[in-house]
Every structure is written in structure tokens, then in C-alpha cells.
T-cell receptor, first 114, second 112 residues
Framework: DTEVTQTPKHLVMGMTNKKSLKCEQH?????MYWYKQKAKKPPELMFV???????INESVPSRFSPECPNSSLLNLHLHALQPEDSALYLC?????????????FGNGTRLTVT | GIQVEQSPPDLILQEGANSTLRCNFS?????LQWFHQNPWGQLINLFY???GTKQNGRLSATTVATERYSLLYISSSQTTDSGVYFC??????????????FGQGTILTVHP
């Protein structure tokens, strides 16, 4: 069983909808990440939170809005998405800066934008 | 940004065979990880190995940071080893901490 839990597993949304992806970890990690993965491509970093503060935003469009309410939770709010945003969205966690630590991924949310 | 090249892009094996996957990177790194993505999309961390050698069962990995490459060895392959193997690296220093750049992956197919 993965130690990083993502919900929902699948999501279909229209271009005018607002939805949220959720991620939870209980490993005591203080760094959390959102990655996007298109079919047959490697994951691409979107956002990094360190100690609940946004530390890296890889020039992601504003229709993606991350939120880190506490050290265990990470959300990704979606609004006015485009069909090309359909992808697997992966959450990950690790120890933050200064502590060498592997990245642990959740099972992902497979998003389809219609 | 840093370039990460993995080879071979595709690999087909018979069950029981051994294989070596390679990851070359273009800059100094202090973070290198190997992942396996199974056919259902689950990404599993195999090794955190910015330098040196590690072994875990039938898998082992070696990173020679000074020469900017890492190798993943799979021995006595099984059908469950099928999937995509990714190498991911992070640059040494500063504001780039936490940013991992993934290679394009090696697609491994193990036939029974």
C-alpha cells in the first residue's frame, strides 16, 4: 500500500467546472510536490511546498492553484481547464531541504477534461 | 537546465535474463533516484543513490557522480519487472532543491 494517498483516482470534468485533487501523507515529510504526467512521457514538476510554503512554481498556468493547508495535506484546485490538461496528476512527498530523502509518490489521479 | 539521457529506450527480455539500464546527466547533482512505473501508473522509488552502490534483492544501482552517470542492474528478471524505469536527478545547491528532472525512461518488457 502506498503511503501517499490521492483522491479521487479518476476525474472527468468539463472546461467550466471547478474541482480539487487531494493528497495526504502521514510519513512526517515536510516537502510535498505536484507532478503532471502525459501518456508515454516522464513526470514533470509543477509545484513544490516546503514547510507548508510554496517554494517552486514551474510557471504553471493560473488555472491550477495549489494549496497546502497543513503538513499532511496538499490540494490542487482546478478551474477552467483545457482538454490538453488531461493527464495523470501525481502527488509526492519527501523530507525537505537539508535531509537527503527519497521521493514517495501516490498512485495519482487520472484527469480527463472534456 | 540539466539534461538526463536514459538508454536503452526499449528493452525486451526473456524471464531470467539480466539487464543494465544507464542514466547520463549533464551537470553536478546531489540527488539521483531510480523509479519503476508499473503498467497501472504507480511510481515506486527503487533507489536514492546520489553516489556509490546500493543493492535491494535482485536490483542494484551504482552512481559515479564524478563521471555523471548511474547504472541500474536487474538480475534474474521476472514478468513483474515490466514497466518503465525512470532516472531522476536534482542539481547540487541552492534554490533548485526539490526539483527533480526525469529522464525519458526505459520501457522494459519481460516475456515469460
Amino acid at each position: 500500500d502506498t503511503e501517499v494517498t490521492q483522491t479521487p483516482k479518476h476525474l472527468v470534468m468539463g472546461m467550466t467546472n471547478k474541482k480539487s485533487l487531494k493528497c495526504e501523507q502521514h510519513m512526517g515529510h515536510r516537502a510535498m510536490y505536484w507532478y503532471k504526467q502525459k501518456a508515454k512521457k516522464p513526470p514533470e514538476l509543477m509545484f513544490v511546498y516546503s514547510y507548508e510554503k510554496l517554494s517552486i512554481n514551474e510557471s504553471v498556468p493560473s488555472r491550477f492553484s495549489p494549496e497546502c493547508p497543513n503538513s499532511s495535506l496538499l490540494n490542487l484546485h482546478l478551474h477552467a481547464l483545457q482538454p490538453e490538461d488531461s493527464a495523470l496528476y501525481l502527488c509526492a512527498s519527501s523530507h525537505p531541504r537539508g535531509i537527503r530523502s527519497p521521493l514517495h509518490f501516490g498512485n495519482g489521479t487520472r484527469l480527463t477534461v472534456t | 537546465g540539466i539534461q538526463v539521457e536514459q538508454s536503452p529506450p526499449d528493452l525486451i527480455l526473456q524471464e531470467g535474463a539480466n539487464s543494465t539500464l544507464r542514466c547520463n546527466f549533464s551537470d553536478s547533482v546531489n540527488n539521483l533516484q531510480w523509479f519503476h512505473q508499473n503498467p497501472w501508473g504507480q511510481l515506486i522509488n527503487l533507489f536514492y543513490i546520489p553516489s556509490g552502490t546500493k543493492q535491494n534483492g535482485r536490483l542494484s544501482a551504482t552512481t559515479v557522480a564524478t563521471e555523471r552517470y548511474s547504472l541500474l542492474y536487474i538480475s534474474s528478471s521476472q514478468t513483474t519487472d515490466s514497466g518503465v524505469y525512470f532516472c531522476a536527478v536534482g542539481l547540487a545547491g541552492g534554490t533548485s532543491y526539490g526539483k527533480l528532472t526525469f529522464g525519458q525512461g526505459t520501457i522494459l518488457t519481460v516475456h515469460p
